[in-house]
Each structure stands twice: as C-alpha cells, then as structure tokens.
C-alpha cells in the first residue's frame, strides 16, 4: 500500500533549523505511515515563493510534499470564506455566524478541483494505492478524482461534527456538496451521531440508497463509519511526566496562591464556549463566597482566524468579560480570572494540565475535542468537566457532563468537582485514561486504512 494524503495544510514547517514536522494530531498520525510506506501529502501553498513539489525531509525523503498555490483572493474566499464562515459555523449548529455568499463556493469549487489534479498527478494510479482526504475544506475533490480515476481507493475523514440533515440542508449548495463527498468509498466520523446524520442527509436530500451504514447514489457505494480520534498517549505522558514538566507546574500552582485551580484551554473560537463558561465561574463565585480568594481559573486561548470579524468580536467580549469578573471580585493577592491570549508548546501546556484540580471542557459543540484527552493523559488527580455537546463525551462517560449552556448547571459542576472525595475522583480517572489510552492516535490512523480492506 502507498498513501496519499490530502489536506488542507501540509505537514511541515520551515524553522531556524530548516524545515521540520509540524506538531498537531493529523501529522503525528499520518507521518509515520509515509515515512514507512512513502507517499505524497497534498496540501495549499500559501507563500507563493515556496516550491510546488517539496521531497522531504531534504537529504533523504521519505515522501513527497506537493502545494496547492493559492492566490491571496482565494485563499480568501475558499479558506476564510467557505471553509471558516460556511461550512464551521454550519457543521457546529452556530448559524447566527453564518455568511453565504457565491464568491466563496465558487472558488471553493475551483480549488477543490485543483487539489484533485495535483492528487491526479502525483499520486500513482495502481490498485494498492489509498488517497485520503481530510476534513471540511475538501468535499468536492472526491467526486473529482472518482471521476478521472473510476477504480482509485479514496476515504475521507471529517473531523468537525456533521449536523442534523435539516441544519446541513439550510446550505443552498448542500446537495452538490454531498455528491462530492461520496465520490469516496469510505467516510470516517468521531461517533455515530455524525455518521447517522450524514447518512440521513444523502437519504433525504439525494434520494441516495442506505442499507445500514452504506450509502449508494450514482451507482456508487460509500461506507460511513464512526473512527474516534485520540492523540499521541505515549509522548503527552513522557511530557507530564519529566521534572521540567512537574516544576513548571508547581511553580504557576505557588504563583497563583490559591488552593484550587480550574485550568480552559482552547483556540479562542466561538464554537468553544469560553463565554459561557466565564460566566458559569463568575455565577460560581456569586453562589459561594467561600471560595473567594481560594479557586483561580485560568483561560488560556490560542488566538485562531483572526482575520474573521465574528472571532474579533468573540476576543473583545472574552476582555471585557474577565474585566468584569475581575473588576467586581479581585482582592489584595487574589485574582479570579488568569487569562493568556496566546499560543504554548505542548510542553508548557503539560504544566497547566498538571497544575490544574480541574479542567473545564466545555464547547458549545465539537467533533471531539481533544484538549480532554491531553489532560485525561497528563493529570494525575484532576477532574474533568466536560460539555455533553461533544463526541468526545460519548466516549468518556466518566467525566462530570454538563450542558454548556446551562450557566447554573456549570457553575454547581465546578463546585462538585472541587469537592469530589479523593476516592471517586481516583475512579473515574483511572477509567478515564484506560478510554482515552485506547484511542490513541497510531490506532485511529491504522483503523481507519484497515476499514478499506474489511474483513471477508
Ligand atoms: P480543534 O477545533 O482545533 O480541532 P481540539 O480537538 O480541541 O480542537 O484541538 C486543539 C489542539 O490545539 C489541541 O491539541 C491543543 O493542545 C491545542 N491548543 C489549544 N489551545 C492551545 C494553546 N493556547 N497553545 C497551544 N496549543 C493549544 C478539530 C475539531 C475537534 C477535533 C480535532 C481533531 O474541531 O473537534 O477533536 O479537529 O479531529
């Protein structure tokens, strides 16, 4: 077997020190396939001076790094348009951030078709080659690559949850979207959900023939399948686990001086709840003045698609909002609210999962989330809080869930997980990391290329 990867960002970066793999879940998954197998990663080009073909790594390349040059017009419209302020807030059931316009699917549908041709070039057209595709950026370049290449073997693996068919179909371009995506012969979701609402959307909006979790429309058959993604176990547990790690995290625990600690880390994105959450503490600290001056949280928040005006937006309410907490509650040596916009290694971040009594995971919705899995890994006594609009929840049923909406129902969750007796917390994270160990990122990759060849 020899693979094709296609994606929206390739998976290498240039450093002081020449170019590097760059860390993040999908690379650490797929490279040690290509490394292994060879093959080609297709992804955009954004820097018109770097090379379209790139073998890498340099002196003796395992595969091949193939761009995709985009104008700054389209990576516009494809990229901040179609993919960021379509098919996000769309796919997350956050419509009020919406924006429909015909420029961006009309380059959306020119780039798809180029990403197919340089997948059409690049990748050998022989029976034991598989070309995967991820994610939502890239619905349409599996019909055109099954229309070239009848007999090619293609997935897809869509990260973001697929939504309820009739929230896919408020789309005006749904139907063709669709068409697209079974071009391909298997499609991979977190969990079932998103698999059962895929497969309803192809029913209802295409008339597509489902028997089970197979989907035949244009006398094609696709099957859809739940494969939950997990991160790299062992290297987040040698991380948490190195005195570095350890020192960092009680250092920021002497810092900030108080006796519990409740840790949220995400990209600052609207679908990741960090308002309501904010509010859920400050409702928190309302209900019990016992522990003023005794629980810090802290937000930190990777700044994400800055150029979009609704994560602006999301970045002045965040200010204003632990300004206001801040302001009404802060005392002498006692600061409530730690927030920190901006981006750490996943080293530092080990610190903070370390440090933490508990984390507050709390989206209004998200294919996974696997921010839960790096602090199921790293913790050794933490407890989890965790938004029951997740897939990541149905995978960890021994998290305390809660509706992140529901401000009163979070600000009792923090209270509860702050005072969990020392036995069930020990329980539930010990069944915890045995789930989240099992879903390991090496596994999810080899399950899915497995699923191309099921069993006779
Ligand atoms: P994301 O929406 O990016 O991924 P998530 O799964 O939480 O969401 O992953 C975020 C990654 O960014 C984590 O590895 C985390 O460590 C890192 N990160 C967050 N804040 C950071 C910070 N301040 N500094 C450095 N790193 C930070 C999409 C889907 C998810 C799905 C993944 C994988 O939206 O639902 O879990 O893909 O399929």
Aim: net charge negative; with cysteine; proline share 5%.
């Amino acid at each position: 077997m020899s693979l094709t990867v296609v994606a929206n960002r390739v998976p290498i970066r240039r450093t002081d020190d020449g170019w590097k793999a760059s860390v993040g879940g999908l690379t650490t998954a797929l490279l040690p396939v290509l490394e292994q197998q060879g093959g080609v990663w297709v992804g955009m080009g954004e820097d018109a001076e770097l090379p379209d073909r790139q073998p890498y790594p340099q002196d003796d390349p395992d595969f091949l790094v193939r761009r995709v040059p985009l104008s700054e017009e389209e990576l516009e419209n494809y990229y901040y348009g179609m993919a960021n302020r379509v098919l996000w807030p769309v796919s997350h059931y956050l419509i009020q951030h919406l924006e429909l316009k015909n420029e961006f699917i009309d380059t959306y549908r020119s780039v798809n078709e180029r990403f197919a041709q340089a997948v059409l070039e690049e990748s050998p057209d022989d029976p034991g080659e598989i070309i995967w595709i991820q994610d939502y950026h890239l619905m349409l370049a599996p019909r055109h690559i099954r229309e070239e290449r009848p007999d090619a073997t293609i997935g897809h693996f869509w990260h973001i949850p697929w939504p309820a068919m009739e929230v896919f179909r408020i789309l005006p371009w749904s139907r063709e979207l669709l068409r697209g995506m079974l071009g391909c012969d298997l499609i991979g979701f977190h969990v079932q959900e998103y698999v059962d609402n895929f497969i309803e959307s192809a029913e209802v909006l295409l008339g597509a023939e489902v028997t089970d979790d197979t989907v035949t429309y244009d006398g094609h058959t696709t099957r859809v399948e739940a494969h939950p993604i997990g991160i790299d176990v062992d290297r987040f547990r040698r991380m948490s686990a190195t005195d570095e790690v350890k020192e960092k995290a009680a250092k920021l625990r002497d810092r900030l001086g108080t006796q519990n600690i409740v840790i949220g880390i995400d990209r600052l994105d609207y679908t990741k709840g960090i308002l309501s959450r904010l509010t859920a503490f400050e409702r928190f600290l309302e209900q019990n003045p016992e522990y003023h001056g005794k629980v810090s949280f802290y937000q930190i928040a990777t700044p994400s698609r800055t150029k979009v005006e609704s994560y602006q937006q999301l970045k002045r309410e965040v200010d204003e909002a632990v300004g206001r907490i801040n302001g009404q509650f802060a005392r002498d040596n006692w600061v409530p609210v730690n927030y920190r916009y901006r981006t750490y290694t996943q080293f530092e971040l080990c610190a903070f999962y370390r440090a933490a009594d508990a984390a507050l995971i709390t989206p209004l919705r998200d294919g996974m989330n696997v921010v839960t899995q790096e602090f199921i890994t790293a913790t050794q006594n933490g407890a989890l809080i965790l938004s029951e609009l997740t897939g990541a929840a149905y995978l960890l049923p021994e998290a305390i869930q809660v509706n992140p909406y529901d401000q009163d129902g979070l600000a009792g969750a923090i209270k509860r997980a702050l005072e969990m007796p020392d036995e069930e917390r020990r329980r539930r994270l010990t069944s915890l990391k045995t789930s989240v160990d099992e879903l390991d990122v090496h596994r999810w990759a080899g399950r899915f290329l497995d699923s191309f060849t099921p069993p006779a």
